[in-house]
């Protein structure tokens, strides 16, 4: 079992800052990737906001280049991710996910944050 405490998330005005942050914590062997994904009011469906793999490759929703960053610590297996310049589009329940390696895990592998919202105001 795996699970993912994440922080961070608030109401801020346009053009503030807030950083995310995610720790994974339990059975973890090697992690493919960690990542950030978003859930719009009204919606079922999450986003992808960015994401990290294991190397330290970074990958990005082009709506959030530039402005967002995500980085990584491997020791602490946490993850953080950097809004800039936030907007009202923005504004979403995000979540954290984690991807296990398959090939030295037993199981699941894919679990989610309970989730942490960010309300960006006009």
């Known amino acids: 079992q795996v699970q993912l405490v994440e922080s961070g998330g608030g109401l801020v005005q346009t053009g503030e800052s807030l950083t995310l942050s995610c720790v994974a914590s339990?059975?973890?062997?090697?992690?493919?990737?960690l990542g950030w994904y978003r859930q719009f009011p009204g919606k079922q469906q999450r986003e992808l906001v960015a994401d990290v793999s294991g190397s330290g490759s970074a990958t990005y929703a082009d709506s959030v280049k530039d402005r967002f960053t995500i980085s990584k610590d491997s020791a602490t297996n946490t993850v953080r991710m950097q809004m800039n310049s936030l907007k009202p589009e923005d504004t979403a329940v995000y979540y954290c996910?984690?991807?296990?390696?398959?090939?030295?895990?037993?199981?699941?592998?894919?679990?989610w944050g309970q989730g942490t919202p960010v309300t960006v105001s006009s």
């Open positions: 996910r984690i991807h296990l390696d398959p090939m030295t895990t037993l199981g699941t592998l894919y679990y």
């Open positions: 339990g059975v973890i062997s090697r992690i493919n990737s």
